[in-house]
Nanobody
């Protein structure tokens, strides 16, 4: 079984930076992509950013483009999300996700880490 373990959430003020980490553990697996989603209270889970594992291509939602940066450590099977210029609307539970080879969409999810940005 593959587990994704997130860390790095917490409290921040407007304009601050936080860095989220997500590391896969358990049985070895090959992923098509790893990414980040978030869910604010009362809202649906939304896509934030992702990286295709084969070539490192990155994708961002319009709401975070230019402020957030996704990166990876292939050896550690880890993905990171550097969040700069945080805004109160970035407050949410952030989930790491992976799409394993052969899966239709993201099929492995972390437990989530809370990010709270105060004004």
């Amino acid at each position: 079984q593959v587990r994704l373990v997130e860390s790095g959430g917490g409290l921040a003020q407007t304009g601050d930076s936080l860095r989220l980490s997500c590391e896969a553990s358990g049985r070895p697996f090959s992923q098509v992509a790893m990414g980040w989603f978030r869910q604010a209270p009362g809202q649906e889970r939304e896509f934030v950013s992702s990286m295709r594992w084969a070539n490192g291509d990155t994708y961002y939602s319009d709401s975070v483009k230019g402020r957030f940066t996704v990166s990876r450590n292939i050896r550690r099977n880890a993905v990171y999300l550097q969040m700069n210029s945080l805004k109160p609307e970035d407050t949410a539970v952030y989930y790491c996700a992976a799409q394993s080879v052969g899966a239709d969409g993201y099929n492995i999810w972390g437990q989530g880490t809370q990010v709270t940005v105060s004004s």
